[in-house]
T-cell receptor, first 113, second 115 residues
Framework: DAKTTQPNSMESNEEEPVHLPCNHS???????IHWYRQLPSQGPEYVIH???SNVNNRMASLAIAEDRKSSTLILHRATLRDAAVYYC??????????????FGQGTILTVHP | EAGVAQSPRYKIIEKRQSVAFWCNPI?????LYWYQQILGQGPKLLIQ????????DSQLPKDRFSAERLKGVDSTLKIQPAKLEDSAVYLC?????????????FGPGTRLTVL
């Protein structure tokens, strides 16, 4: 399984932007980059995904490096509700592993009022 | 739209006892997943179903864990007999309708404590 590396924890202040980095130097050409987050006592929730181009949705933006060996999840204005564990995942495509997500340790994001 | 439903939400058993968890996925989702999440770790995939069939069960401890998905809808995950190290949150997820096939939708999980 392709691996990702994320900082164990990050802190932010409310209403400030947050940039969550992820390294995935062994990514293959067909791997999608997915981000999920898990709020306390809840199941993970999908945030965003991308393949090569930067992506935006109502929750966040995903910036993907040109060589695809790293990516950054951007929360434009952090709120207290964004405090969660953020997982960067390489989603395998094709074969019997299609759709499989392999979660790592993730980054614990703390948001200060 | 109703989300993924799981029951029970909490379960406490003694080691060597049996336990079963139930999952009802989002209507129309063909793919169903069971994950195990030990405290402080990310979720680990145990088994993946595509409709009725098993796609991946490579990390399912088959000597004690079993799962089924009858009629391609609801699913049950069973542990028999339970060990102390099975204490974890068991998460069910589903995906696969034509509009959101890139996303997995997770239920709230069942927290299992084995004493």
């Amino acid at each position: 399984d392709a691996k990702t590396t994320q900082p164990n924890s990050m802190e932010s202040n409310e209403e400030e932007p947050v940039h969550l980095p992820c390294n995935h130097s062994t990514i293959s050409g067909t791997d999608y980059i997915h981000w999920y987050r898990q709020l306390p006592s809840q199941g993970p929730e999908y945030v965003i995904h991308g393949l090569t181009s930067n992506v935006n949705n109502r929750m966040a933006s995903l910036a993907i490096a040109e060589d695809r060996k790293s990516s950054t999840l951007i929360l434009h204005r952090a709120t207290l509700r964004d405090a969660a564990v953020y997982y960067c995942i390489l989603r395998e495509s094709g074969g019997t592993s299609y759709g499989k997500l392999t979660f790592g340790q993730g980054t614990i994001l703390t948001v200060h009022p | 739209e109703a989300g993924v439903a799981q029951s029970p939400r909490y379960k406490i058993i003694e080691k060597r006892q049996s336990v079963a968890f139930w999952c009802n996925p989002i209507s129309g989702h063909a793919t169903l997943y069971w994950y195990q999440q030990i405290l402080g770790q990310g979720p680990k995939l145990l088994i993946q179903f595509q409709n009725n069939g098993v796609v991946d069960d490579s990390q399912l401890p088959k000597d004690r864990f079993s799962a089924e998905r009858l009629k391609g809808v609801d699913s049950t995950l069973k542990i028999q007999p339970a060990k102390l190290e099975d204490s974890a949150v068991y998460l069910c997820a589903s995906s696969g309708d034509r509009y959101t096939y890139n996303e997995q939708f997770f239920g709230p999980g069942t927290r299992l404590t084995v004493l």
